[in-house]
């Protein structure tokens, strides 16, 4: 059962509704076409070579025999490609990528960092070829010794993955670098030290009347989106490119493509085909320059496919961390200091979401004095990639498994210590900047106030638990252009892949300002040459920023009808109204147009219409989640499983209702799978040992209740329509609920995840033996 | 290289007839020589459903069948669900219930349930959640294919 809370109502015509999407029927006959979908004539099929090594020197690459084997037409190695510099002198403030790791990732140079790092790639008239030329090519690798975890990495006399990475203590350089030439510092495998602090965390613990202090490990996920990854490229002989490919950004993938090639981004064009899913993991380069690269050799179309193994072992996937949290709070339930240590491995490259991690971890709270100290560690392992919520899980397992011993220890129901020190608008983050108005005590209440809280649970070994998250939500910029059709339709390009239903939510608002019908709004998402800039569906913030685009580009065809109107009717724009899709001049409200009547007479009265928009908007609002979970433990097998959910969200204002609850039913459910099966299992030379379905258990339908839904409406006041973005921070919450649904269950408190049957069992026998001693 | 195989086999009621390498899959014939891409690849192994066909009346996952076991055989994709001027009614309650947000695993959900409800017209939720349990969604958290199986259930039933 669904349910709303709302704080205020506007009445909205379109926004709140809940039409058919309009990309459905393509998608349920299997019409609409993903990023493997692609057929071109003389088509050649792509693969890549990956390392067998976790580590080690590329001594020789010899490609001549599989270029002997017929049917092969051309094979690439990182020689193939540009070479950015990777020094942080040569980044921007800000910079989200450092070009000379991407490059290095999507092809090893000189090393190879993780065991599935791509090395070379050839196209050949079929598959099957293909992959049998992978086997022709003759690689002389220098094994190196793996630096697997953040223990061994973080060591003065670890082995290092880059002689010349650059220690930063800088969070506001997530991408990391390399040092200059003159800089002569040890040579290191952390990449980025920081510390966030505020107020005086001694004095804080002074204040305490409980103390906890804990250590957390997380294990490696990988976002397991059922699409692989699949590029297609076509390179003409007058230099332009066209890529096809499913991506969470086409202007992204043709930016990051264009340097990693070495051509200006004007020579490419990405086609955006539907993508099967992205969590994240779909915003960075690893195909589309090496189709590009093929196609340019073989100069033939070659479309380059990942199979699920390499999709689990040269992509993906989110951070394994290590973080410690002490927390202190006083008798009232104020939680007076909190000090705090993430460590999160950003793979072969930098760049985890330690700095994220550490910033969300607090933010859902009034914590006056706190320190935390983040640091992002290279190990050899695939370079993390963004993950919902990138960051924010590990650190609020962390976190809100220690509120929820704090307030254990002093007494405290769960939801009322949250209530006390919950963050309100103005609460300052602990990197300075304020809240805006959020919905978190609301949120805190709504969960209190559903019946799930107060409902007995009764039975051996059941245990319910509750914990939160927080998100800050991304924004930046996005185009929109909407042309008015002569049967009063409405065609709109806009600039964000569709990952979960974003294109009829983005449709809706064009409806909404227009007072027409979701339906009569035919919404596509253009390629790089179709619609302007457009930054990656991320960040929970395509709804948002494209949103905006769109909310512009119909204020704009807006403008426009009011103004044709007037010239109909020889008045001035002033004395026309536009309600709900009605044209009136004010006063002589027999004259009256509605949009499809003007719309049919636009060709002859001046010309065709078209609104565009073009933002980069701020406002976008951080979000919180929350969730109420039941779980019986299977004390002899150690199987939990989960009896009831119910997953909390402060949403803003749901423009579609059904895709808002399927955003947090999705991330509810990655998160269940995080918390109770999902992780990397690696061998001591850094393999991966589960790069399967069969073995990388995801949850099906059969491990799961329904997911129930509360959608929290606070508006967001910082969008037209009160919306937020709503896709990722569903899944922070599940972890720590989980664990602290074990800990109501068993009295077993977990500190690492996956709390998979066999952790458990250790948890319980481990706690059976202290109880002895 | 071995030699191709002339294959001939039913695929939506039509006959059909190809060529295939006896390495090639089921998946791969129909994708990569017929060109039906509504058949998706998620992991071509066996553990995902994404693939699902089905064939002579069992669901099967496609990439784990090979071309030329198809001789013969009548097989049903999601190309051949829908009657040109109307969805079926379990496409029909996808769209209505939300039951797709990427939509890649959609037409193996589609082909597995609707194998469910013509053997088994009313089956509860635990039904459901066991016979789809073979096919992954990463996207849905299943709650609501799982309802949409259930109301194209009575869709079908009163139908029926
Ligand atoms: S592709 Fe056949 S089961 Fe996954
Ligand atoms: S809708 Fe994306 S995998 Fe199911």
Not at chain 1, 321 to 347: P, Q
Request: proline share 6%; glycine share 10%; net charge negative.
């Amino acid at each position: 059962m669904a349910t709303t809370t709302e704080v205020s109502s506007t009445e909205f015509n379109v926004v709140g509704t809940r039409p058919i999407r309009h990309d459905g029927t393509e998608k349920v006959t299997g019409r609409a076409r993903y990023s493997a979908d692609i057929q071109l004539p003389g088509l050649l099929h792509g693969r890549v070579l990956r390392s067998p090594h976790a580590h080690a020197r590329i001594l020789s690459i010899d490609t001549s025999k599989a270029l002997d084997l017929p049917g092969v037409k051309a094979v690439v190695t990182s020689a193939d490609f540009a070479k950015p510099s990777g020094r942080v002198s040569d980044l921007t403030e800000g910079a989200i990528h450092n070009m000379g790791f991407m490059a290095n990732n999507v092809m090893a140079g000189e090393k190879a960092l993780y065991k599935g790092h791509a090395v070379a790639a050839v196209a050949a008239t079929s598959p099957h070829i293909a992959e049998e030329a992978l086997g022709l090519i003759d690689i002389q690798y220098e094994v190196l010794p793996p630096v697997l975890t953040l223990d061994v990495a973080m060591k003065d006399d670890a082995p290092v993955l880059h002689e010349r990475l650059a220690s930063l203590a800088n969070p506001g350089l997530r991408p990391g670098g390399l040092k200059d030439d003159d800089d002569t510092g040890e040579a290191t495998n952390i990449a980025n030290h920081f510390v966030f602090e505020s107020g005086d965390i001694e004095q804080g613990f002074k204040e305490a009347d409980v103390v906890v202090e804990r250590e957390f490990d997380t294990a490696s996920v990988h976002q397991g989106y059922i699409e692989p990854h699949a590029a297609t490229a076509v390179w003409n002989a007058d230099g332009n490119i066209t890529i096809w490919c499913s991506s969470q950004g086409q202007f992204a993938m043709r930016d990051q493509t264009a340097r990693l090639v070495g051509v200006p981004v004007s020579k490419i064009k990405v086609i955006p085909m539907e993508i099967g899913g992205g969590f994240g993991g779909k915003t960075i380069v690893y195909l589309e320059p090496v189709a590009a690269a093929l196609a340019k050799k073989s100069g033939q179309p070659v479309k380059v496919t990942m199979s699920r193994t390499d999709v689990f072992q040269g992509t993906g996937p989110t951070s394994g961390t290590h973080i410690r949290v002490k927390m202190g709070a006083n008798k009232e339930g104020k939680i007076t200091a909190v000090d705090a240590t993430l460590a999160y491995e950003s793979g072969a490259f930098p760049g985890s979401p330690a700095i994220p991690g550490s910033l969300c971890m607090l933010s859902a709270y009034e914590v006056e004095n706190a320190r935390v100290e983040g640091y992002d560690v290279v190990v050899n392992k695939p370079k993390a990639a963004a993950y919902r919520a990138p960051g924010s899980p590990a650190s609020a397992f962390a976190a809100e498994s220690v509120i929820d011993e704090v307030a254990g220890k002093l007494g405290f129901d769960p939801v009322d210590f949250r209530m006390l020190n919950g963050a309100r608008e103005g609460t300052r983050r602990i990197n300075g900047v304020r809240l805006p108005r959020i919905g978190y005590m609301e949120l805190l209440q709504a969960a209190k106030d559903h019946p799930h809280y107060s409902a007995p649970l009764e039975g051996p070994n059941r245990g319910r638990g509750f914990a939160t998250g927080f998100w800050g939500n991304g924004t930046g910029p996005a185009s929109a252009v909407a042309s008015v059709n002569s049967d009063g339709s409405v065609s709109l390009v806009e600039g964000s892949p569709d990952i979960g239903g974003n294109r009829v939510a983005l449709a809706m608002q064009v409806a909404e300002v227009l007072g027409i019908a979701a339906e009569d709004v035919k919404p596509a998402i253009g390629d790089t040459d179709s619609v302007g800039f457009t930054s990656n569906t991320g960040g929970s913030g395509a709804t948002f920023k494209s949103g905006w685009a769109c909310y512009e580009a119909a204020h704009d065809i807006k403008r426009q009808m009011i103004e044709r109107a007037a010239k109909i009717w020889e008045a001035s724009p002033e004395d026309v109204s536009y309600t709900d899709g009605v044209l009136t001049h004010n006063s002589d409200p027999e004259l009256k147009l509605t949009f499809r009547q003007l719309a049919a007479r636009l060709n002859a009265t001046g010309g065709p219409i078209s609104g565009r928009g073009n933002v980069n908007p701020r406002g976008q609002g951080p979000a919180t989640a929350g969730c109420i979970v039941d779980v019986e433990v299977d004390p002899d097998t150690g199987k939990v499983e989960i009896l009831r959910f119910t997953t909390l969200q402060d949403i803003g204002k749901a423009i579609h209702p059904s895709y808002v609850e399927g955003q947090m039913q999705g991330g509810a459910v990655q998160g269940i799978g995080w918390a109770l099966n999902e992780e990397y299992v690696y061998n001591d030379r850094g393999e991966m040992s589960n790069s399967s379905f069969l073995d990388y258990r995801m949850p099906t339908s059969l491990d799961l209740p329904m997911i129930d839904t509360v959608m929290v409406e606070v508006p967001n006041p910082g969008h037209p329509f009160g919306m937020k973005g709503v896709g990722e921070v569903a899944i922070v919450p599940p972890m720590p609920a989980i664990a602290n649904a074990i800990h109501n269950a068993i009295g077993v408190r977990m500190t690492s995840l996956p709390m998979s049957p066999g952790n458990i069992l250790e948890a319980i026998w481990s706690q059976q033996e202290d109880g002895k001693a | 290289m071995a030699k191709k195989a002339h294959i001939e086999t039913t695929i939506n009621g039509e006959q059909v007839e190809y060529l295939c390498e006896p390495r090639q899959s089921l998946l791969e014939v129909l994708r990569d020589v017929l060109e039906m891409t509504g058949t998706k690849e998620g992991c071509n192994d066996g553990n995902c459903g994404a693939c699902t066909v089905v064939m002579d009346g069992r669901i099967v996952n496609s990439c784990l069948v090979l071309g030329a076991e198809a001789e013969g055989a009548n097989l049903e994709t999601i190309e051949g669900v829908a009657t040109p001027d109307s969805l079926h009614p379990l496409q029909q309650s996808f769209l209505q219930n939300a039951a797709l947000q990427c939509g890649i695993c959609t037409p193996g959900f589609i082909l597995a349930s609707k194998a469910l409800l013509e053997m088994e017209p009313d089956p509860g939720e635990e039904r459901v959640r066991h016979w789809l349990a073979g096919n992954l969604c990463r996207c849905t958290g299943y709650d609501k294919i799982v309802k949409a199986v259930l109301e194209a259930a009575d869709v079908l039933e009163v139908k029926g």
